[in-house]
């Protein structure tokens, strides 16, 4: 059971009042509810009914994409499903500050602090996995975490950089339509989920993570081009991060705070505490965890009135230009490979640009902006890699994405047995007419590639995805 410090209480009551803090209490002792995401543009009918299949029942809730989980939520973060990214397990109040920014694929997008990637998955979604779509990390193990759930849920549209935020307006300045600032916080708002926040809480840590959140909203503001939005977002209740950031934002730099529609249950940020006073903050709004069976979130909508001076001039040397259209001389016979071996039609393969990185290729959709790809440490999915007889061996998330428009050296799965020798890498023992890749699909889901060899079907499932535990229907 969690513990409420006298830190987080006294603090509690100060800025609210006791009934709150005593709400608090029930609150992080209770059990957090589960949501998940289903791509807005994917059939969700199909896969509620599949999840039924594991005794998970899910109940619509007011974000047309998010469900409830109502039965099942041992098992909604082990499904096969759940593994080939068909849905993402997040809180309802996370799904709120991309709902808000709601980008299009025509929108550069930038998600500020974006690891694990709850939502620069779901930005990617809203932008139909198209465009181009930056996600901003620090931390090194979070960055690992960020690039997992991008090659899960198989996002073509993402360009990973890890780069102190504050600093992201030296490589793109006045440059994005949407940007996402969700800040590192203090947590409040998620202790149910994080208890180890309770032991360390103390508002001279959250004055100066409130520090780094406005440092990174500069940052953000420069990198927006004049007209964009920005969406601030925390998951903590204190007003010291919140308002007293946004406060001094407003008053320095050339952004308007906006209203926009929550569907949640909310209430408006505080515009007077103390000395402090500001009526435009009634504009940002704070969901409290209890009205919502969900967590503590922070959203404030911001946007760019007019030019601002640049951090540092780039002196970036900008070297690394390699990106192939689909007719380009290089890339060409390697498309042509995936056509004759595997029957996928030039014009899909046309819908992306095609990037080298040693003997790999990767894969971006065709309409990502940035030519520079040195800046980041991860850019779109791997297509697959050049052995020495200059053939193309298809990796199994290029399989995932082109898999669906295959039409030859494509097979089909048809036992739990086999499932799960795939699943964990090994080799299926089955005679096939032809040796050679083949594109692996089960129940009309691709899981991914493999090669049939003479001691059988050799799995390629990608490692990292092999550990989970994954429960079969
Ligand atoms: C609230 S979390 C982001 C959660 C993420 N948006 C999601 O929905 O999955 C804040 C992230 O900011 C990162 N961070 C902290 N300081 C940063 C900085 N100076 N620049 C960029 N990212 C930072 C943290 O490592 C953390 O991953």
Known sequence: ????????????????????????????????????????????QSLIE??????????????????????????????LEFTLGLYYVQSLSSMIPPHILNPT?????????????????????????KGTLIANEVNQQRVGSLNFNVDKMNLSCIGVMKQKGELISKTFDNFFDKILVDAPCSALGIVQKKNEVSNWWNLEQ????????????????????VGAEIIYSTCTL????????????????????EEFD????????????????NPKLALAKRIIPWDNDSEGFFVAKLRKKSETE?????????????????????????????HEYFGIEKDILARFKYIQSRSDLLFVNKDWVVEENSYFI?????????????????????????????????????????????????????????????IVEYEGMILGSAVQTKEGLKSQFPRNLRTNEILLQ
Do not use: W
């Not at 694929?105 to 932008?127: H, I, R, V």
């Not at 959250?206 to 081009?225: C, T």
């Open 105 to 129: 694929y025509n929108d550069l997008t930038l998600d500020l602090c974006a690891a694990p990637g709850s939502k620069t998955t779901q930005l990617a979604e809203l932008m139909e996995r």
């Open 378 to 438: 991860k850019l779109g999915l791997k297509l697959g890699v050049i052995d020495r007889k200059d053939k193309l061996n298809l990796h199994s998330d290029a399989a995932r994405t082109f898999g669906k428009f295959a039409t030859k050296n494509k097979i089909v799965i048809d036992s739990k047995e086999d499932l799960e020798i795939y699943l964990n890498g090994s080799t299926i023992k089955k005679e096939l007419d032809a040796l050679g890749q083949k």
């Open 206 to 225: 959250a004055e100066k993570i409130a520090e780094v959140q406005f440092k990174l909203l500069v940052s953000a503001i420069k990198a927006a081009k």
């Open 50 to 79: 599949r999840l039924k299949n594991y005794g998970i029942e899910l109940e619509k809730t007011v974000l047309p994409f998010a469900y409830k989980v109502l039965k099942g939520s041992d098992k909604i973060g082990k499904t």
């Open 310 to 338: 640049p951090l540092v001039q780039s002196n970036y040397s900008k070297s690394h230009k390699i990106f192939f259209i689909h007719d380009h001389k290089f890339i060409k016979p390697y498309l042509n490979q995936l």
């Open 1 to 44: 059971m969690i513990e409420l410090s006298k830190n987080i209480a006294d603090y509690l009551e100060s800025l609210y009042d006791r009934d709150f803090v005593e709400n608090y209490r029930k609150y992080i002792e209770s059990y957090p509810n589960q949501y998940i995401r289903i791509d807005p543009f994917s059939d969700h």
């Open 262 to 277: 929550l569907p949640l249950k909310h209430v408006p940020g505080f515009t007077k505490f103390g000395e402090f006073e």
């Open 238 to 257: 204190t007003i010291e991060e919140n308002e007293f950031v946004l406060d001094k934002i407003l008053k320095k730099y050339p952004v308007e705070i």
